[in-house]
């Protein structure tokens, strides 16, 4: 059966003390899954003030990897410089930016929540190089 997936207690309270009423969990096709937070501000260092991001939540989550990051509108650095390791990808009927990020997952440890901390923690490094 294809059922939307279960946020973790820890996440569902981060997402309410974090994003109180932003979030929302979306389904596309079979199997397709995600998580989007709206708006979702954007650190000192872009254009823009806010964004709305969202991840992909594999099959499997929490014992399987969240991978990279997704913003629309996409952003751009104040200061003109390129952001590398960016791609266009189309997902729950929106074209996002795709920040192509990744670290090692720990199962039992990483979480919805450390995942978004982790964004953010990659926006503000992101703004500072």
């Not at 059922?3 to 981060?14: F, K, S, V």
């Not at 974090?18 to 979702?40: N, T």
């Amino acid at each position: 059966m294809d059922e939307p997936y279960e946020l973790l207690p820890e996440d569902a309270e981060y997402l309410n003390a974090q994003h109180p009423g932003a979030w929302r969990k979306v389904k596309e096709g079979i199997g397709k899954f995600g998580l989007v937070v709206q708006p979702f501000p954007i650190p000192d260092g872009y254009v823009e003030r806010e964004s709305t991001l969202m991840l992909l939540v594999p099959s499997g989550y929490p014992g399987v990897p969240i991978d990279m990051f997704y913003l629309h509108p996409p952003i751009q650095r104040r200061d003109g410089n390129t952001i590398a390791a960016l791609a266009e990808e189309s997902h729950f009927g929106t074209t996002w930016q795709r920040w192509s990020r990744h670290y090692e997952w720990h199962p039992g440890e990483d979480t919805v929540a450390t995942h978004i901390e982790y964004a953010k923690n990659e926006l503000h490094a992101e703004a500072g190089r």
